[in-house]
């Protein structure tokens, strides 16, 4: 049984740091694909981030301030989030199985889901 379970959220202001952790278990595919989302009120849940073991990706709005990595030992992705802005406050969910880590994948390409974290950036 597929189990995703997120860590790190929280509240922080304007230009603070977040660290969050998305720990997977549970499958037998060594080459999986996790995909990071967000989901503010009001809108849809997009996708911020993906990794697989050879490709990564970020959406524009996060890119410079946002990074993405993977322990294939841990089984863990990681999302750092510097320099947050009011507009990336949301819940982040992270999620997996997409065949592949795309820009074109919407929350539909993907079958597990964590249970979210929020992330609140405010002053």
């Known amino acids: 049984q597929v189990q995703l379970v997120e860590s790190g959220g929280g509240l922080v202001q304007p230009g603070g740091s977040l660290t969050l952790s998305c720990a997977a278990s549970?499958?037998?595919?060594?080459?999986?694909?996790i995909g990071w989302f967000r989901q503010a009120p009001g809108k849809e849940r997009e996708q911020v981030s993906c990794i697989s073991r050879s490709f990564s990706y970020l959406i524009d709005s996060v890119k410079g301030r946002f990074t993405i990595s993977r322990d294939n030992a841990k089984n863990t992705v990681t999302l750092q989030m510097n320099s947050l802005k009011p507009e990336d406050t949301a819940v982040y969910y992270c999620?997996?199985?997409?065949?592949?880590?795309?820009?074109?994948?919407?929350?539909?390409?993907?079958?597990?889901w964590g249970q979210g974290t929020q992330v609140t950036v405010s002053s």
């Open positions: 999620a997996l199985g997409a065949p592949w880590c795309s820009d074109k994948w919407t929350w539909k390409a993907y079958d597990s």
């Open positions: 549970g499958f037998p595919n060594y080459n999986y694909v």
